[in-house]
């Protein structure tokens, strides 16, 4: 799902040196957390980009905020609570329209399968309320 940027957002051609500016980075995954030192990666075209950042009482001016936890992308049989307390069904929808999609259980999106990106953009933050365990291989 694409963003279009913030109302108030500038093009980076008329940036300058001196100018104060917010810097928002979406749909970044942690990779490791060491102290105050954070790992993480950012899809790229071609591979993903690992950055480095600060977070913490030592860095007021940078905060991080979950807007899903480690457990998204969504599995087919997960249920998932959003911000208001709604919960959604995860369910296998047909492989041609993307596989897995979110159903509200209740109000009028109830019989709509969502795409988990356009629930997590709208909805968010996120988090599990039930997940199946994974059942092992048995030929392991």
């Given at each position: 799902m694409t963003?279009r940027?913030?109302a108030d ?12 500016v917010d ?14 030192k ?17 977070l913490?009482p ?6 991080a905020?979950?807007v899903?936890p480690?457990?998204w992308?969504p599995?087919?049989?997960?249920v998932?609570r959003?911000?208001?307390?709604g919960?959604w ?10 596989g897995?999609r979110l159903f509200a ?8 399968p ?6 997590l ?7 599990i ?12």
């Amino acid at each position: 799902m694409t963003r279009r940027p913030a109302a108030d957002a500038v093009a980076p051609t008329t940036l300058q040196p001196g100018d104060v500016v917010d810097i928002t980075i979406r749909n970044a995954r942690i990779v490791d957390v060491t102290g105050d030192k954070v790992r993480y990666q950012t899809p790229a075209r071609d591979a993903p980009v690992v950055h480095i950042v600060h977070l913490g009482p030592d860095w007021p001016l940078v905060t991080a905020t979950r807007v899903a936890p480690a457990e998204w992308p969504p599995r087919a049989g997960d249920v998932w609570r959003d911000r208001s307390g709604g919960t959604w069904h995860a369910l296998q929808h047909l492989p041609k329209h993307g596989g897995v999609r979110l159903f509200a259980t209740t109000g009028s999106a109830q019989a709509v399968p969502w795409e988990p990106a356009r629930i997590l953009a709208d909805h968010g933050p996120m988090e599990i309320a039930f997940r199946e365990p994974q059942r092992k291989d048995p030929d392991e």
